[in-house]
């Protein structure tokens, strides 16, 4: 993918007077860019070679996010010469507090609604996440993530039979429980990992590159417990905003599972070792 846009791309853009357009880090999926006019600086995704409509789980993403909490603000979307593009506003990075971090992740969580899912499904490489609203939390998380896993897993042939066994006995666990312990949709991040959350200038959290959903709040909690980057203030500060109920070190498995088993699909067998430690509970 090219790192650099041509002037002709830029003046498509719905802005006057763009003085610089500098490639910035972020685009791991997209590139990202600094776009500089005479009046402001802004933050620019692009993904060569596909619609506008590509970014507009993404968008509505950031602006659910941002009605609650602090997020990136969409200003605009389109297709500029066979290219979709989205533009944000630009948030100059600073030191922050996991303390203050925590708590507004809680308050995200206490955003909910009556149904589990979202507007827009969401491409992730090349699976797919089917956001199709649901009554049931069993229903979503077994056929709309779990079952999709597992079947992308054997077509990208990081699947076999013992992983398959394991994975149905833990499917079932799931099944069990939940159907007796109703789950509250709450809005989603979707993919809280410590590099999708900055401390602005100011020293605000900001939750960014979003891949949300309305779910079980706890499947938040579980990415944060995956990679690091999240301190015991963190989630100290979290249950003081919103407590979470007990055995959640038992619950966290299910939820750790979807994300690595997703990153089994994306980068290969160097997650295999991850996601069978977690099925030989199962």
């Known amino acids: 993918m090219r790192s650099n846009l041509n002037s002709d791309w830029l003046s498509k853009l719905p802005l006057d007077n763009i003085s610089s357009a500098r490639p910035v880090s972020g685009g791991d999926i997209n590139l990202a860019y600094q776009i500089k006019s005479s009046d402001s600086r802004y933050f620019l995704k692009v993904q060569p070679n596909h619609p506008s409509d590509y970014f507009d789980h993404e968008r509505a993403g950031l602006t659910a996010l941002g009605d609650v909490v602090n997020a990136p603000q969409p200003i605009s979307q389109g297709e500029i010469n066979g290219d979709a593009y989205l533009l944000l506003n630009w948030i100059d990075t600073g030191q922050g507090s996991q303390h203050d971090l ?4 809680a308050i995200l969580h206490q955003h909910h609604n009556q149904q589990f899912g979202f507007d ?3 491409q992730s490489g090349n699976l797919t996440k089917n956001n199709q609203w649901q009554n049931s939390w069993v229903t979503f998380y077994t056929e709309q993530r779990l079952d999709m896993l597992a079947s992308a897993s054997a077509d990208n042939h990081v699947w076999n039979s013992w992983r398959q066994t394991h994975f149905d006995q833990m499917r079932q666990q799931f099944i069990n ?3 007796n ?4 949709p709450s809005l989603l ?3 809280l990992w410590s590099g999708n959350y900055m401390f602005s200038g100011d020293g605000q959290p900001v939750l960014i590159d979003p891949d949300a959903f309305y779910g079980d ?5 579980a990415m944060t417990t995956i990679f690091g980057g999240f301190s015991q203030e963190f989630y100290q500060s979290y249950e003081e905003q919103y407590p979470i109920p007990s055995g959640l070190e038992d619950r966290l498995p299910w939820y750790q599972f979807y994300y690595l088993c997703m990153h089994l699909n994306l980068f290969g067998e160097s997650y295999g070792d991850s996601v069978d430690r977690i099925l030989s509970n199962y």
């Open 189 to 191: 991040h979707g993919d």
């Open 102 to 105: 925590g708590k507004m992740v």
């Open 120 to 122: 827009f499904n969401h």
């Open 181 to 184: 312990h109703p789950v509250e």
């Open 177 to 179: 429980y939940y159907n």
């Open 217 to 221: 709040r706890e499947l938040d909690l």
